[in-house]
């Protein structure tokens, strides 16, 4: 039998809060975030963005945290030499330390996570839940964060005189107190100044690894040839299966495999950055396929009443207002099907009382009232049939006879 892993206990989770990353502003991309919680676990920073970028494609579940970790993660205060301008007291740039800003990214994030949207669905609660358990995972593997790389060892050097030991007499020399002068000063020349700290000693950076240019041009040329093929199947050949969001996303699996690869032999790539891209068309093109489509047919209050068979058309539409279809006038002599559709709006349809209907309706948001299977006329159901396929995407449908 396989060993169970235990939940996490409350003590657990307070360990994770209190040691949660910093974030590094000196070799930050954006904010950060991705080199912070590296550091921390001491894991390679492109693997963070790798699952962050895949955790996006999760209902934008990436995106929120990227951004709520900037807010609840603490900054180094280092700036970005790479970077122009000051940072603000956040480690982000000043413009977007703005309480107007701040507050606009707040509601955004409360907006995506509460109310009702295609970005944040089923698949955003399960990317949500993935970072959650990877977090813990790395966690448990790393419970001592190294120094300097958690909000609970991150200090700030005094320079101030610490105080006299309590009982100690006030005219006490203090420089009786350490005879070997500090390595800062070997020549003894200050010892009025010995008593204070240390100076803080300067770590010489670890050599960014080399890039690997031959892996980057593989891998792009392989994302190339799957987005020509993807392309080609769907505009020239019309394959049902192969959409351009799916074309995306093989393009991103590709881009994700060798940024991943590069990580594992230490090399640079430089694909994480198109990476990211790419995977914000993907979770664009995602959040496009599954928005309904608004009707044409302009905005205000339609009457579409036919006088004979003849006059009766396909289709009626409106995209905002109201739409009144009155078949009290028609007369069938064969079989019809007509389609009425609102974007937002009402939809009537008036049927005369010996017609047979069939009415199908459907709305995304707002009531129907459609009676299933055809519904004979005062002369029984024999005869020709009016099929009515109603639509709204928000609004309410009424099928009734007058």
């Given at each position: 039998?396989?060993?169970?892993?235990?939940?996490?206990?409350?003590?657990?989770?307070?360990?994770?809060?209190?040691?949660?990353?910093?974030?590094?502003?000196?070799?930050?991309?954006?904010?950060?975030?991705?080199?912070?919680?590296?550091?921390?676990?001491?894991?390679?920073?492109?693997?963070?963005?790798?699952?962050?970028?895949?955790?996006?494609?999760?209902?934008?579940?990436?995106?929120?945290?990227?951004?709520?970790?900037?807010?609840?993660?603490?900054?180094?205060?280092?700036?970005?030499?790479?970077?122009?301008?000051?940072?603000?007291?956040?480690?982000m740039p000043r413009d977007l330390h703005r309480p107007g800003t701040v507050g606009l990214v707040v509601v955004a994030i409360i907006a995506l996570a509460i109310l009702p949207s295609p970005a944040w669905g089923s698949s955003g609660l399960v990317g949500a839940a993935l970072l959650v358990v990877?977090?813990?995972?790395?966690?448990?593997?790393?419970?001592?964060?190294?120094?300097?790389?958690?909000?609970?060892?991150?200090?700030?050097?005094?320079?101030?005189?610490?105080?006299?030991?309590?009982?100690?007499?006030?005219?006490?020399?203090?420089?009786?107190?350490?005879?070997?002068?500090?390595?800062?000063?070997?020549?003894?020349?200050?010892?009025?100044?010995?008593?204070?700290?240390?100076?803080?000693?300067?770590?010489?950076?670890?050599?960014?690894?080399?890039?690997?240019?031959?892996?980057?041009?593989?891998?792009?040329?392989?994302?190339?040839?799957?987005?020509?093929?993807?392309?080609?199947?769907?505009?020239?050949?019309?394959?049902?299966?192969?959409?351009?969001?799916?074309?995306?996303?093989?393009?991103?699996?590709?881009?994700?495999?060798?940024?991943?690869?590069?990580?594992?032999?230490?090399?640079?790539?430089?694909?994480?950055?198109?990476?990211?891209?790419?995977?914000?068309?993907?979770?664009?093109?995602?959040?496009?396929?599954?928005?309904?489509?608004?009707?044409?047919?302009?905005?205000?209050?339609?009457?579409?009443?036919?006088?004979?068979?003849?006059?009766?058309?396909?289709?009626?539409?409106?995209?905002?207002?109201?739409?009144?279809?009155?078949?009290?006038?028609?007369?069938?002599?064969?079989?019809?099907?007509?389609?009425?559709?609102?974007?937002?709006?009402?939809?009537?349809?008036?049927?005369?009382?010996?017609?047979?209907?069939?009415?199908?309706?459907?709305?995304?948001?707002?009531?129907?009232?459609?009676?299933?299977?055809?519904?004979?006329?005062?002369?029984?159901?024999?005869?020709?049939?009016?099929?009515?396929?109603?639509?709204?995407?928000?609004?309410?449908?009424?099928?009734?006879?007058?």
């Amino acid at each position: 039998m396989s060993p169970t892993v235990a939940p996490p206990t409350t003590d657990e989770l307070h360990d994770i809060w209190r040691t949660r990353p910093v974030r590094s502003g000196g070799d930050a991309m954006i904010a950060g975030v991705c080199s912070g919680i590296a550091r921390r676990y001491d894991v390679d920073p492109t693997l963070v963005r790798v699952a962050l970028v895949v955790a996006a494609t999760f209902g934008g579940s990436g995106v929120l945290a990227y951004i709520a970790c900037w807010f609840a993660l603490p900054s180094d205060g280092v700036e970005n030499p790479r970077r122009r301008g000051p940072l603000g007291r956040h480690g982000m740039p000043r413009d977007l330390h703005r309480p107007g800003t701040v507050g606009l990214v707040v509601v955004a994030i409360i907006a995506l996570a509460i109310l009702p949207s295609p970005a944040w669905g089923s698949s955003g609660l399960v990317g949500a839940a993935l970072l959650v358990v990877g977090v813990w995972a790395l966690h448990r593997r790393t419970p001592e964060p190294p120094p300097g790389t958690s909000a609970d060892t991150v200090t700030t050097v005094s320079l101030t005189k610490p105080a006299a030991p309590t009982g100690a007499p006030a005219d006490a020399d203090a420089t009786t107190e350490r005879v070997v002068p500090p390595a800062w000063d070997p020549l003894g020349a200050a010892p009025f100044a010995w008593d204070l700290p240390d100076p803080p000693t300067t770590q010489t950076p670890a050599p960014r690894p080399a890039r690997d240019t031959a892996l980057a041009a593989v891998v792009v040329g392989v994302a190339l040839l799957v987005a020509a093929v993807g392309v080609a199947l769907w505009s020239a050949v019309g394959v049902a299966a192969v959409t351009p969001v799916r074309i995306a996303g093989a393009v991103l699996a590709v881009l994700a495999v060798g940024v991943i690869a590069g990580a594992l032999r230490g090399r640079r790539t430089g694909l994480t950055g198109l990476a990211v891209l790419v995977g914000v068309v993907v979770v664009v093109l995602g959040v496009a396929d599954r928005s309904p489509q608004f009707p044409s047919g302009g905005v205000g209050e339609r009457n579409w009443k036919p006088l004979s068979e003849g006059d009766l058309a396909p289709e009626y539409t409106v995209t905002v207002g109201s739409g009144t279809l009155d078949l009290r006038s028609v007369t069938l002599t064969g079989d019809r099907t007509v389609r009425v559709e609102a974007g937002v709006g009402q939809v009537v349809i008036e049927v005369p009382r010996d017609m047979n209907v069939r009415a199908v309706c459907h709305t995304t948001v707002g009531k129907q009232d459609c009676a299933s299977g055809v519904q004979g006329g005062d002369d029984g159901a024999a005869g020709p049939v009016l099929t009515v396929d109603a639509s709204t995407v928000a609004g309410d449908i009424e099928v009734r006879r007058g």
